[in-house]
């Protein structure tokens, strides 16, 4: 007995599987290697991570002793600090595979002249609703989108879209990546509240360095 | 045995005199005066039930280690607390913080020096036994991801990750000659990150990441103490107990290689002669005992007690060479 299978059958499962929703993860990023996180054979993690401890793996590189010149840490507070205490970790800010496109899309900034492309740097922000745009996962606020196109007016001259700029598009939203999760803070909270001014547009990262967990 | 952050809560600060540490001081003070009018009382670190603790002095992410400054003690490295702690290895206490304005990443110790690489400043600097500063090394190094010396000739082997190579100081800093980089592929450096030298075959073992995105392995590169390629000791052929990818620290003693890989958690150990794994110490796991993002691996010639650093536990977990924590 044979089992005929019609040719565009064939064709037809191709196809499907290649127009497939781009739910398959690629490393775009051309520094993370699949290989570097990722094993067929050695997966102690789950989706075949290398490693049980996501953070461990991040820290083999990105941490003391690292090969990475990028340093880091978990975002924690320090023992004296007023806050309740808590610990947040690498992929609560990152996705370590590419940098996501954010809610404002390709766009013109107005306030600085610019073309911008609407993604986000650093791999900050995760797809985590359908809207797939640059999301984390708050510890009090749910999920929020985030906007991180640059680093601060001493890097790239440029204030706002960064880490802590207030409403800087005037839409209600409070979407630097520093921003998003603060609801205690003294400054730069995810709404109106507390104060705004704080070394706006600054990178934050010059005092409160992420080698520190961001700890000034 | 532990030496370190316990994971229970922190208790009411206690000093306490030692009456061993006291005479180990007292010896000190006969021989270096200097380090009798600097000494303060010892002060034990957290050790858990077995001793008294106190938690005044934390380790918080401690790095590489190094046999010294002085007999019966560790150099330490404390990489987000800027500061290299000399511990005595017997009682477990400290014996003096030497602050950093950089982040100390690599530590050696050639008497009377003690080395500490800055990564942030890309130098070397050499203390003396109290802790002061004497002498910056010749240059820049980059980015100094470990150091080794040889006692014999005076040395001292600097892994520069920045540049890919090593480079060999005298040991009052002046640049003698450098190796590893710019050369082949299989020879070379690509990404250093640990580094040791055996006194016995007079080589320069250094781990080095490899580049897997372009199929080139983990490996640990032997060189001679001049330079010269001697051997390759990768994951290829080994048992897969012995296959490792984040290589860091090394210790080498006896004819075995102690490989520290960060991503295991575990001390691999390898025969030099045939480059075969031998045994596997230690295991992946925050609690006291085991390893969480080990960096380095210090073999103590007196004991064969082999001290390894814990980053994420603020640890240094103490193991016997036979395998067993003790």
């Given at each position: 007995m044979r089992f005929a299978i019609p040719r565009f059958l064939f064709a037809t499962l191709g196809l499907i599987i290649i127009l497939l929703p781009a739910g398959v993860t690629r490393a775009l990023n051309p520094n993370h290697d699949c290989t570097f996180c990722h094993g067929l054979h050695q997966a102690a993690g789950t989706r075949l991570t290398r490693e049980a401890d996501v953070e461990v793996l991040c820290l083999t590189?990105?941490?003391?002793?690292?090969?990475?010149?990028f340093k880091a840490d978990v975002h924690t507070n320090g023992f004296n600090s007023q806050y309740p205490p808590f610990r947040i970790s690498c992929m609560t800010c990152h996705n370590p595979h590419d940098n996501r496109a954010n809610r404002l899309g390709p766009h013109f900034h107005d306030r600085e002249n610019i073309d911008v492309d609407g993604i986000n740097i650093k791999l900050v922000g995760r797809r985590l609703d359908a809207s797939r745009e640059a999301a984390i996962l708050t510890p009090n606020s749910g999920i929020r989108k985030v906007v991180f196109e640059f680093r601060g007016r001493e890097i790239d001259d440029v204030e706002t879209h960064s880490f802590a700029d207030d409403d800087e598009d005037n839409d209600g939203i409070w979407d630097g990546a520093c921003e998003v999760c603060h609801t205690l803070t003294k400054h730069h909270r995810n709404n109106e509240s507390g104060g705004h001014s704080h070394n706006r547009g600054r990178s934050c990262t010059n005092c409160h360095a992420h080698v520190d967990n961001f700890i000034p | 045995m532990t030496l370190g952050r316990q994971p229970s809560e922190l208790q009411a600060p206690v000093l306490r005199y030692s009456s061993r540490g006291s005479a180990a001081a007292l010896a000190v003070c006969l021989l270096m005066p200097a380090v009798a009018a600097a000494q303060g009382p010892l002060v034990p670190l957290r050790l858990g039930v077995e001793r008294p603790s106190s938690p005044r002095v934390e380790l918080s992410s401690p790095t590489r280690l190094a046999l010294g400054p002085l007999p019966g003690t560790l150099a330490v490295a404390d990489y987000t607390r800027r500061v290299v702690f000399v511990v005595?290895?017997?009682?477990?206490?400290?014996r003096r913080e030497i602050p950093c304005d950089g982040r100390p990443s690599a530590v050696a110790s050639l008497t009377p020096w003690l080395y500490v690489g800055d990564e942030a400043g890309g130098t070397v600097s050499a203390y003396n036994s109290v802790g002061k500063h004497v002498f910056d090394f010749e240059g820049t190094v980059g980015q100094p991801s470990d150091m080794a010396v040889s006692k014999g000739q005076r040395l001292v082997f600097v892994a520069d990750a920045d540049a890919a190579e090593v480079k060999v100081f005298s040991d009052r800093g002046s640049l003698v000659y450098s190796f590893g980089g710019g050369e082949q592929v299989g020879e070379g450096l690509i990404r250093p990150t640990g580094i040791a030298y055996d006194p016995d075959r007079r080589e320069v073992l250094v781990s080095d990441f490899g580049k897997p995105e372009s199929g080139i392995s983990a490996r640990v590169q032997i060189y001679s103490q001049l330079g010269e390629h001697r051997a390759t000791l990768t994951e290829a052929g080994q048992d897969p107990a012995f296959r490792f990818s984040r290589p860091q620290g090394l210790a080498v003693a006896g004819g075995r290689i102690y490989l520290v890989d960060s991503l295991l958690g575990q001390v691999l150990v390898f025969e030099r002669e045939t480059l075969k794994g031998l045994e596997v110490l230690g295991s992946y796991g925050s609690q006291v005992g085991q390893l969480l993002l080990p960096l380095d691996v210090v073999r103590e010639p007196s004991s064969g007690r082999l001290f390894v650093t814990s980053n994420r536990t603020g640890r240094i977990e103490i193991v016997a060479d036979e395998g067993a924590v003790p």
């Open positions: 590189c990105h941490g003391p002793a690292g090969i990475s010149v | 005595d290895s017997e009682e477990l206490s400290t």
